[in-house]
């Protein structure tokens, strides 16, 4: 392929944690600081794509060209996808969306007592999941960040969430949330490919083009 390869397609990313708030002043989120999927926004916008990326609360600047829709809760990127989605070629799901969000938000501050205090947590929606199951979907690119058995998980993910692709990634020290380097397993139905340790930018151009291979071997939907 060669530069512009994603010229005329439209790439929506997702990016950084979300966060669900018990009450106005607090909140549960993860430490995903957003690196990867602003650097794979980037580099999308590099090959040519008109680039949308919905991103959770993150300290890092919309790269040059892309299009930032800032969300905070994983229904707020829910809602926010579901009106994106049609539109697009190809869906990257780099968000770190919270599995689970407080079943009641107190709209005042709650006070403390010398009691302790227990949250009742309930599910978020599984967003890529759901937007599997649309009729007109885009080529769908998920992300599953492991700290033990890497490959089965992921190939699970890929297929009950109805992913093309789906890049993982150790969680442990210097690698994986946090930090500017990364390594990825990139699985699709049929093959893989390992994507040495390197910088997220590095790693995020030579993942789109990768992506890019398999979604024009794919053909249109
Ligand atoms: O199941 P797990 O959270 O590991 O899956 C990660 C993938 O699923 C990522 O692509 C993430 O953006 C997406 N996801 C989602 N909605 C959730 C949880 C994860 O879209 N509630």
Known sequence: LTKPFLAGRSVLVTAGPTRESWDPIRFLSNRSSGKMGYALAAAAAEAGAQVTLISGPVALETPLGVHRIQVESAQQMC??????????????????????????????????????????????????????????????????????????????????????MIAANWVREGQGFEVDDNALTVLWHGGKVDLPRTSKTQLARTFIKLIAEHYHAKGPA
């Open 79 to 164: 809602d926010a996808m579901l009106v994106q989605v049609a539109a697009m070629d190809i869906l990257i799901a780099c968000a770190a969306v919270a599995d689970y969000r407080p079943v009641k938000q107190a709209t005042q501050k709650i006070k403390k007592t010398h009691q302790g205090l227990t949250l009742e947590l309930e599910r978020t929606p599984d967003i890529v999941e759901q937007l599997s199951n649309l009729a007109d979907k885009p080529f769908i690119v998920g992300f599953a960040a492991e700290t033990e058995h890497l490959e089965t998980n992921a190939s699970r993910k890929l297929k009950h969430k109805g992913l093309d």
